[in-house]
T-cell receptor, first 108, second 116 residues
Framework: TQLLEQSPQFLSIQEGENLTVYCNSSSVFSSLQWYRQEPGEGPVLLVT?????EVKKLKRLTFQFGDARKDSSLHITAAQPGDTGLYLCAGGSYKYIFGTGTRLKVLA | GAVVSQHPSRVICKSGTSVKIECRSL??????MFWYRQFPKQSLMLMAT?????????EQGVEKDKFLINHASLTLSTLTVTSAHPEDSSFYIC????????????FGSGTRLTVV
């Protein structure tokens, strides 16, 4: 059974700080996606990483896919209150499984 | 593009009644849709895979007779929670992918079901 463990589970930081969220598995994934979900809404896709070692940037967000395609990380630079939300990694070739989630709160 | 509409967004029903939730892909065709369940402050758990024109595939532990899924067209899948009980109260979310796409799925905005 494929599992995706995220760490940390919860993160509360001040505006302007940097942070990294990790998504780890013992299984190899053909691709991994990162989503952000706000309360009462469905997840919104942020990025898809496909190639081992790949790094993608989306404004202040940097995503990395591990060389072995078993893990990924999301780094946020100079976090803002608008970054607050539940961050989820997901993977799978057909049906996705979701990571355990990281709840981020950025304080003004 | 790639918009998925889910309806209703909120529903309150009495214990023992059935509730139908619709998931529509508005601007693309989706041969496959997925239904997830999310409890407060938890991640999404896949319930079933809905395939157009065929029976849904349920994940282990999900009662297929309780959660009826119908995918009658390339743009519509429905989830019916039958004989609902308070423990069925949850946030239900559907997702769909373009038939030709291999990158990520688009999610509906979710349905908050409360069974009283």
């Amino acid at each position: 059974t494929q599992l995706l463990e995220q760490s940390p589970q919860f993160l509360s930081i001040q505006e302007g700080e940097n942070l990294t969220v990790y998504c780890n598995s013992s299984s190899v994934f053909s691709s991994l996606q990162w989503y952000r979900q706000e309360p009462g809404e469905g997840p919104v896709l942020l990025v898809t990483v496909v190639t081992g070692g790949e790094v993608k940037k989306l404004k202040r967000l940097t995503f990395q896919f591990g060389d072995a395609r078993k893990d990924s990380s999301l780094h946020i630079t100079a976090a803002q209150p608008g970054d607050t939300g539940l961050y989820l990694c997901a993977g799978g070739s057909y049906k996705y499984i979701f990571g355990t989630g990281t709840r981020l709160k950025v304080l003004a | 593009g790639a918009v998925v509409s889910q309806h209703p967004s909120r529903v309150i029903c009495k214990s023992g009644t059935s509730v139908k939730i619709e998931c529509r892909s508005l601007d693309f065709q989706a041969t496959t849709m997925f239904w997830y369940r999310q409890f407060p402050k938890q991640s999404l758990m896949l319930m079933a895979t809905s395939n157009e024109g065929s029976k849904a595939t349920y994940e282990q532990g999900v009662e297929k007779d309780k959660f009826l899924i119908n995918h009658a067209s390339l743009t519509l899948s429905t989830l019916t929670v039958t004989s609902a009980h308070p423990e069925d109260s949850s946030f239900y979310i559907c997702s769909a992918a373009r038939t030709e796409s291999n990158y990520g799925y688009t999610f509906g905005s979710g349905t908050r079901l409360t069974v009283v």
